[in-house]
């Protein structure tokens, strides 16, 4: 009777710990969309927050955010809050790049409400034209509600490096196989 409860012990622990993931999206925004993004910070740009041209990837939008260069170093242009399920596991992806101009610097997280940093970023974006960046999280685990995708400028005050741009946000849930 033993060896059958340690048999049967081992096969469910090798089937919960190796079991694959069916990801399937909580949330996706291609930006194909003339709203108001909610995550962007109002009064830390020139432009509105609606998705136009100048931010797409793919498709004709993204959001395209003119950096305003009074705003000071380590301000956050841009900051969206996911609900998602205590005790899950989730993956995070979306293309950034800068526009015109110099190179945007800038720091980019993806946070739950604990602390726990599940990306992050700092320095130099790449120029649209010489390909976009992908952030892109490792699968991750949060024992909290929500998490937050958070930007912010290193711009020093001026017009060098403020036009940044971003498509296709994607949040995906892992739904265990």
Same mark, same amino acid.
Do not use: A, K, S
């Given at each position: 009777m033993k060896k059958l409860f340690l048999f049967s012990l081992v096969i469910f622990i090798n089937i919960t710990l190796y079991a694959q993931c069916d990801w399937s999206v909580v949330f996706y925004d291609d930006f194909e969309h003339n709203n108001v993004d909610s995550g962007f910070i109002q009064g830390t740009a020139y432009t509105s927050g609606v998705p136009d041209v100048n931010g797409a990837k793919n498709g004709e939008k993204g959001l395209y955010l003119n950096i305003s260069e009074e705003i000071n170093v380590g301000t956050t242009v841009y900051d969206k809050t996911f609900n998602v399920c205590p005790g899950f596991t989730y993956k995070f992806t979306v293309w950034v790049c800068s526009r015109w101009g110099s190179q945007c #610097?800038? /720091?980019? /997280? $993806? $946070? /739950?409400? #604990?602390?726990? $940093?599940?990306y992050q970023f700092s320095g130099p974006v790449p120029f649209y034209v010489d390909g976009w960046m992908q952030v892109n999280t490792q699968e991750f685990t949060t024992n909290s509600s929500t998490i937050r995708f958070i930007i912010k400028t290193n711009l020093v005050n001026g017009w060098s490096g403020n036009d940044f741009a971003m498509d296709d946000i994607l949040l995906e849930g892992c739904n265990r196989t």
């Open positions: #610097d800038m /720091d980019i /997280d $993806v $946070v /739950d409400e #604990d602390g726990n $940093v599940f």
